[in-house]
């Protein structure tokens, strides 16, 4: 009996210490996690199709790919509707909900096809040469129109082929187009019928079907480009004739028609038209035959995305960030009333899609600790219920303890952000803080799940290491309002810098931080903001520094948003040099001794690549420690899976060298 009890005993602590030493979110296991990219509900609302994405990774395959389920909206018994290895995304239900129509690249381009939801296979719809990007049904069921971009003209496939494939810039765009396609009509050949809507030299985006299925409504910019969509106009399709008249073309942007039920009227999302980036925006509603423009009434952070109407015509739904959350308004059409939707619940509600009856939203739903599924409520009330588990295996993983803290800045502003504790936190104990700054500079950090497997930086697997993380929202924020979301203008790297130390000190002050042992990271406008960090004090041990803005002016003269510094620094560059180069973290590189790890996409045009390059160049000349990361093919962030995880293991890396003290091979 002893010998039994001493065996117990000694099994009972080799368990003890495998839980222990157990590892639960390193990048290995969250790059593999799988997420929701969309849930749409049926029109009677008794039936969900949901997207999950989940990454493929072999010897030579490196990508994302989405899978198909089909779920009643009361319970979560989903089955699979699409298989195999290639992408299958964007589901939408056909008016009677018989049919789900989706985009796959199972043939080499992203093409329509269409599955019967009663059983059978999927058939292919289009049969493009580039790909379809959005896709919308006619209100009967027999059409489909979709936007697709220009192919390459034989003669340009020609000079390509023979090398005089030389190009003059900005003279000629590949523009979105919008078409028709019958569902049952044929040509001679055998193919659906498919019709040209718009001829005009524009580049078209997003689309919705007049109720009666006679027009269609659409955005339309001079170019692709993010500059020229800043300022969009929406215009009207009559499809029998191919008229078109406009409906909204001010100065400043339009974009997102939405017509009424009884079509009436369309709703839109506008910009303020001083063409402020991070300003003011509207929900307006217009009449189809003409008149006044009724602007609804402001929600707190003005409007962040059009919802759709309510099913009897009297309401617009808005979704939009609040804080460190996401808040959903129904304003009344004739912008005298707001509402707000009450969840009752302290969850983030991200990917709202209304579906075609007003009746049900789907969405996605997640907290700091909690993993994101879908879910489905009516409008009528706030009931959300569960339709998919598609990460069973997480579900007896300890997740790091996540929090609201707030700290007064240097003026006594209030700022709050989120603070992420070490998995195992000792109360009385100090641990190693980082300091993690958003991107935007109109970011915001959110209670999404911290061991959700986006973005570059690893903050479960961090805080599993014994890391403290804080992700402020300082000034410049979205969620808070448009004062608080323009208060950097002219004015980056001031106060919101001062922000971002005022909370590092908060953390210090209330003792769990070591002052002797912090970082600083961040991408973007986050890899910005820590560049000029380490440029102005050395209280960092250690920066991971991703995609940064380091030479203000050099970064408008080659990115791709042309109007977006000058309209934060209020002056073109050769208006003001000196507030460029005043706010400018390579003007500042003498004072960095902190050492850093860069990481940039060399396919990257929002921040070029040159601005990480010539950060390196600096360090590397000036004896600072110093590693850059390149990221072959990649945009402006990671976008293959085996370089999300390489991003997110060399940022761990890197923080456990310097702030933990554990030797890495570099």
């Given at each position: 009996m002893k010998r039994f009890f001493i065996m117990c005993m000694v099994l009972l602590m080799i368990g003890t210490a495998?839980?222990?030493?157990?590892?639960?979110?390193?990048?290995?296991?969250?790059?593999?996690?799988?997420?929701?990219?969309?849930?749409?509900?049926?029109?009677?609302?008794?039936?969900?199709?949901?997207?999950?994405?989940?990454?493929?990774?072999?010897?030579?395959?490196?990508?994302?790919?989405?899978?198909?389920?089909?779920?009643?909206a009361?319970?979560?018994?989903?089955?699979?509707?699409?298989?195999?290895?290639?992408?299958?995304?964007?589901?939408?239900?056909?008016?009677?909900?018989?049919?789900?129509?989706?985009?796959?690249?199972?043939?080499?381009?992203?093409?329509?096809?269409?599955?019967?939801?009663?059983?059978?296979?999927?058939?292919?719809l289009t049969d493009v040469k580039t790909s379809?990007?959005?896709?919308?049904?006619?209100?009967?069921?027999?059409?489909?129109?979709y936007t697709m971009s220009d192919a390459p003209s034989d003669v340009e496939e020609k000079n390509k082929k023979s090398k005089s494939d030389w190009y003059f810039m900005n003279?000629?765009?590949?523009?979105?187009?919008?078409?028709?396609?019958?569902?049952?009509?044929?040509?001679?050949?055998?193919?659906?019928?498919?019709?040209?809507?718009?001829?005009?030299?524009?580049?078209?985006?997003?689309?919705?079907?007049?109720?009666?299925?006679?027009?269609?409504?659409?955005?339309?910019?001079?170019?692709?480009?993010?500059?020229?969509?800043m300022n969009s106009d929406i215009a009207l399709v009559t499809i029998a004739s191919g008229e078109v008249k406009n409906v909204a073309n001010t100065t400043g942007g339009e974009s997102s028609p939405s017509f009424s039920p009884d079509g009436k009227y369309i709703a839109y999302l506008a910009t303020n038209e001083e063409g402020i980036w991070g300003g003011k925006s509207y929900i307006k509603v217009t009449s189809v035959a003409g008149g006044q423009v009724v602007t609804l009434a402001n929600?707190?952070?003005?409007?962040?995305?059009?919802?759709?109407?309510?099913?009897?015509?009297?309401?617009?739904?808005?979704?939009?960030?609040?804080?460190?959350?996401?808040?959903?308004?129904?304003?009344?059409?004739?912008?005298?009333?707001?509402?707000?939707?009450?969840?009752?619940?302290?969850?983030?509600?991200?990917?709202?899609?209304?579906?075609?009856?007003?009746?049900?939203?789907?969405f996605v739903m997640q907290n700091s600790s909690l993993a994101s599924d879908g879910y489905v409520s009516s409008t009528a009330n706030f009931l959300p219920l569960k339709i998919s588990t598609i990460n069973p295996e997480i579900a007896s993983y300890p997740v790091p303890k996540t929090e609201i803290v707030k700290w007064k800045s240097f003026d006594g502003k209030e700022i709050d952000g989120l603070l992420t504790y070490p998995l195992n936190y000792e109360a009385g104990r100090k641990y190693p803080l980082i300091l993690n700054?958003?991107?935007?500079?109109?970011?915001?950090?959110?209670?999404?799940?911290?061991?959700?497997?986006?973005?570059?930086?690893?903050?479960?697997?961090?805080?599993?290491?014994?890391?403290?993380?804080?992700?402020?929202?300082?000034?410049?924020?979205?969620?808070?309002?448009?004062?608080?979301?323009?208060?950097?203008q002219r004015d980056w790297g001031g106060a919101d810098y001062k922000d971002l130390m005022a909370g590092v000190d908060y953390t210090i002050s209330s003792g769990l931080a070591d002052s002797t042992k912090l970082a600083v990271m961040g991408w973007s406008y986050g890899g910005f903001m820590s560049?000029?960090?380490?440029?102005?004090?050395?209280?960092?041990?250690?920066?991971?520094?991703?995609?940064?803005?380091?030479?203000?002016?050099?970064?408008?003269?080659?990115?791709?948003?042309?109007?977006?510094?000058?309209?934060?620094?209020?002056?073109?560059?050769?208006?003001?040099?000196?507030?460029?180069?005043?706010?400018?973290?390579?003007?500042?590189?003498?004072?960095?001794?902190?050492?850093?790890?860069?990481?940039?996409?060399?396919?990257?045009?929002?921040?070029?690549?040159?601005?990480?390059?010539?950060?390196?160049?600096?360090?590397?000349?000036?004896?600072v420690p110093v590693r850059f990361l390149v990221l072959p093919r990649q945009p402006h962030g990671p976008t293959e899976p085996k370089m999300v995880l390489k991003v997110n293991q060399t940022n761990l890396d890197w923080m456990e060298h310097y702030l933990l003290g554990k030797e890495k091979a570099f």
């Amino acid at each position: 009996m002893k010998r039994f009890f001493i065996m117990c005993m000694v099994l009972l602590m080799i368990g003890t210490a495998y839980s222990q030493s157990r590892t639960y979110w390193s990048p290995e296991q969250t790059i593999r996690m799988k997420n929701i990219t969309a849930v749409r509900v049926s029109p009677d609302g008794k039936k969900v199709v949901y997207a999950v994405r989940e990454a493929v990774m072999t010897e030579d395959r490196s990508e994302y790919i989405n899978q198909l389920y089909l779920s009643d909206a009361s319970t979560d018994n989903s089955v699979h509707l699409t298989r195999g290895d290639k992408n299958n995304s964007n589901p939408r239900w056909s008016p009677d909900g018989k049919w789900i129509a989706f985009l796959s690249n199972r043939d080499g381009k992203n093409n329509i096809y269409l599955l019967p939801v009663g059983g059978g296979e999927s058939e292919r719809l289009t049969d493009v040469k580039t790909s379809v990007a959005d896709f919308k049904w006619s209100p009967d069921g027999k059409a489909i129109a979709y936007t697709m971009s220009d192919a390459p003209s034989d003669v340009e496939e020609k000079n390509k082929k023979s090398k005089s494939d030389w190009y003059f810039m900005n003279e000629e765009h590949k523009q979105g187009r919008l078409y028709l396609i019958s569902i049952s009509e044929k040509d001679s050949s055998g193919k659906q019928n498919v019709l040209k809507l718009t001829n005009d030299n524009r580049h078209i985006s997003g689309i919705d079907w007049s109720p009666d299925g006679k027009s269609i409504a659409y955005t339309h910019a001079l170019s692709p480009g993010v500059n020229d969509n800043m300022n969009s106009d929406i215009a009207l399709v009559t499809i029998a004739s191919g008229e078109v008249k406009n409906v909204a073309n001010t100065t400043g942007g339009e974009s997102s028609p939405s017509f009424s039920p009884d079509g009436k009227y369309i709703a839109y999302l506008a910009t303020n038209e001083e063409g402020i980036w991070g300003g003011k925006s509207y929900i307006k509603v217009t009449s189809v035959a003409g008149g006044q423009v009724v602007t609804l009434a402001n929600t707190p952070n003005e409007p962040g995305e059009l919802l759709g109407w309510s099913n009897n015509g009297q309401f617009v739904y808005t979704s939009e960030p609040y804080h460190t959350s996401t808040k959903i308004f129904r304003l009344a059409a004739n912008g005298n009333e707001i509402t707000e939707w009450k969840t009752g619940l302290k969850n983030m509600i991200t990917l709202v899609a209304l579906n075609d009856k007003g009746s049900h939203f789907g969405f996605v739903m997640q907290n700091s600790s909690l993993a994101s599924d879908g879910y489905v409520s009516s409008t009528a009330n706030f009931l959300p219920l569960k339709i998919s588990t598609i990460n069973p295996e997480i579900a007896s993983y300890p997740v790091p303890k996540t929090e609201i803290v707030k700290w007064k800045s240097f003026d006594g502003k209030e700022i709050d952000g989120l603070l992420t504790y070490p998995l195992n936190y000792e109360a009385g104990r100090k641990y190693p803080l980082i300091l993690n700054i958003h991107g935007g500079p109109a970011g915001v950090f959110a209670e999404t799940f911290i061991a959700g497997n986006g973005g570059a930086y690893p903050i479960a697997a961090l805080a599993e290491k014994g890391i403290f993380v804080l992700r402020p929202n300082p000034r410049g924020s979205t969620g808070y309002g448009v004062e608080f979301r323009l208060s950097n203008q002219r004015d980056w790297g001031g106060a919101d810098y001062k922000d971002l130390m005022a909370g590092v000190d908060y953390t210090i002050s209330s003792g769990l931080a070591d002052s002797t042992k912090l970082a600083v990271m961040g991408w973007s406008y986050g890899g910005f903001m820590s560049s000029w960090t380490i440029g102005h004090t050395n209280r960092f041990k250690a920066a991971s520094i991703g995609a940064p803005v380091v030479d203000l002016a050099a970064q408008n003269m080659t990115d791709d948003i042309a109007g977006f510094l000058p309209s934060y620094m209020k002056k073109q560059p050769w208006e003001d040099w000196n507030v460029y180069d005043t706010h400018s973290p390579l003007r500042f590189v003498q004072n960095v001794t902190t050492p850093v790890l860069l990481q940039h996409g060399d396919a990257d045009i929002r921040v070029p690549f040159s601005q990480g390059l010539m950060f390196y160049n600096a360090l590397k000349r000036k004896g600072v420690p110093v590693r850059f990361l390149v990221l072959p093919r990649q945009p402006h962030g990671p976008t293959e899976p085996k370089m999300v995880l390489k991003v997110n293991q060399t940022n761990l890396d890197w923080m456990e060298h310097y702030l933990l003290g554990k030797e890495k091979a570099f």
